[in-house]
């Protein structure tokens, strides 16, 4: 396409795509910024301006003219459960982004109606009631009312769920249920459970309670993972590292992206790790896996990183927040046994750590095994999370060559922190500059999705600005970090954790041909509207994977959503609010809430006989 003087010719090292009139942040020192670039098999050939792209410019290139905004490179989720959430994406009623509960409750109502006999409604992670105006949770009158047949499984955090009659019945609950281990049913006066199940501190009964619920078909699973894979490449993401999990079992629930990889369908590179599902036969799992595969096998769509984020489950803090920390039995020597296992055969591993006492005597495990050499020996290994990590305890990570990934937990969650462990605590909730100016790699993501929402800008805005999903400045300037910190821990860190930083988070020649064009400038834009930022225009690998506004049409094109009730096939998934005009407009759009609330809270008191169903105003001037 001829563009400003730029015509194609004849050349044999032609581009496949040329993006030109940016303004590129390339993550690169050597050279920070750039105009155009070009990018021939995948990987990028040329960085620069238009001039030194239109020499590639062939037949066949496809020119992506930026029209001035501004290109990242590609970016990378370092701890996202990709695998588990695609194989469920599609099933899920997304509250990521609603704004007031009274929407959130409509969506559900309409989602009711249309969902068939036998399948459940569910709202799994993603939201907290601190991102409603109302600043509640639903109830589960709330649920039977909007869906009095359909259950209906709302999980708030890793607190609670709220369930409707429907549903109750359909988990089997009844006043002869007992009370699972580390979690609670909440019951009324007559014993019956009430539709509150409480994680206390465990959320397992949560999670088993969510597992009840009917699965996709396979070939359903194929399209939910591969809508889920273009919902994040919405957002510019190109990357993840998948942390694997509970109720995510090697091999069986690796077998979509595995299919997916040897069709050339991937539009996301996942590197992902192996979780060993059951008490008592973690080792014997570990030791099938190492015998099988090594960590860096595969290829740069699909490839192992090594083992976690449990290696074994009674080493395992929860995150419960609106409970006091969980004191764990002794569990050092199967520990020591799993991390010298995976030390001595060259796999790397990663560690779910909310509390400094966790991650102290999993130091102690290494600092031991570094006696034998074994710390630091060239793998690759990390805490994850660490909200509560202390200073001595980073320094102690620094020596024995560990990395650490954070997460915006305490987006969602930072209110029921302070509430718990004061501000001054939250402040450094995780204490991130202290990590950097250990020289520590410290990469960031989301920890999605049944928690924290997908969307990194989210993740971004509160590495940036301290704040939570509820407006709550947590933590203050001196444990934030600049836009630039924040896209390289997003970036060039994740490349790190899975030992592809030559190749993948910057943009220059020899690198991958990852990366987004923003709808807004992330660097100039007003910090509060940071969330707000999409990829208009997503490339992973030369291949436009994801294309909007100016560009439709010029991305992959995917089968329909599967099944056709499916809550994405109607509502989407994360709930942008991006369009909506200036501050003004959201100014109405905010009275328009308080003022549907107020006939919500009215009509509640007409119901109860607290008030007539046309009050006459008080003030006679009204009556004339």
Known sequence: MPVGGLVPR??????????RNAKIHTGDARRPRAGALAIRDGLIT??????????????????????????????????????????????ELRWDGVTSLRQALAMLREQAARTPEGQWVRVVGGWSAEQFAERRLPTPAELNEAAPDTPVFVLHLYQSAILNRAALKAAGYTRDTPDPKGGRIVRGRGGEP???????????????????????????????????????????????????????????????????ARDGLLTLRIAYHLFPQTPGQELDDLTRWIETVRPGDGDEWLRLNGAGENLTWA????????????????YEGEFEKAVRLLMENGWGFRLHA???????????????????????????????????????????????????????????????????????????????????????????GTDATRVSSYNPWVALHWLVSGRTVGGLA?????????????????????????????????????????????????????EQAIPDIES???????????????????????????????????????????????AGARQAELLGEVV??????????????????????????FLL
């Not at 004849?10 to 993006?19: K, L, R, S, T, Y």
């Not at 509150?196 to 009964?205: E, K, Q, R, T």
């Not at 294309?547 to 709930?575: C, I, K, N, R, T």
């Not at 509640?604 to 001037?621: E, I, K, M, N, S």
């Open 354 to 444: 909310t509390y400094d006492e966790t991650i102290r005597r999993d130091l102690a495990v290494f600092e031991k095994l570094a006696a034998d050499g074994l710390f630091p020996a060239g793998n690759r290994w990390l805490f994850d999370h660490a909200e509560t990590v202390s200073r001595d305890s980073l320094d102690r990570i620094a020596a024995l060559g560990g990395s650490v990934s954070v997460q915006n937990r305490l987006s969602f969650q930072g209110e029921v922190f302070t509430r718990r462990y004061g501000f001054g605590a939250a402040a450094e909730a995780p204490p991130i500059r202290a990590m950097l100016d250990r020289g520590l790699t410290v990469a960031a």
């Open 10 to 19: 004849a050349v044999e090292d032609a581009a496949d795509v040329v993006v």
């Open 46 to 91: 040329a960085v620069g301006d238009d001039a030194d792209v239109a020499p590639l410019i062939g037949p066949a290139t496809t020119v992506v003219d930026a029209l001035g905004r501004r290109v990242v490179p590609g970016l990378n989720d370092a701890h996202l459960h990709v695998i588990r959430g695609g194989l469920n994406y599609v099933l």
């Open 474 to 526: 947590v933590r203050p300037p001196h444990n934030r970090v600049d836009r630039e910190t924040a896209l390289a821990m997003y970036t060039t860190a994740g490349a790190a954790l899975t030992g592809e930083q030559d190749v993948k988070g910057v943009l220059r020649p020899g690198c991958y041909g990852d990366l987004a064009v923003l709808s807004a400038d992330y660097f100039t834009v007003p």
């Open 194 to 260: 009430n539709g509150m199940l409480l994680a206390a501190p465990s959320a397992l009964v949560l999670y088993s309670t969510l597992a009840k619920a009917p699965v996709l078909a396979p070939e359903d699973r194929r399209t939910s993972t591969r809508h889920f894979l273009r919902e994040l490449n919405r957002f510019g993401l190109t990357s993840a590292i998948d942390a694997a999990g509970g109720f995510q079992n090697f091999p069986e629930n690796y077998a979509t992206v595995t299919e997916l």
């Open 596 to 621: 549907a609330e107020s006939e919500l809270h009215r009509r509640w008191r007409v119901d109860r006989g607290l008030a007539t169903d046309h009050a006459q105003p008080f003030d006679p001037c």
């Open 315 to 330: 080493a395992a803090d929860f995150e419960n927040f609106a409970e006091p920390r969980p004191e764990l039995d002794g």
């Open 536 to 582: 208009l225009l997503t490339v992973v690998g030369g291949r436009i994977v994801h294309a909007v506004a100016e560009y439709e049409g010029m991305d992959e094109e995917l089968p329909a959503v599967s099944p056709a009730w499916s809550p994405v096939a109607h509502f989407g998934g994360y709930q942008s609010h991006r369009d909506r005009g200036g």
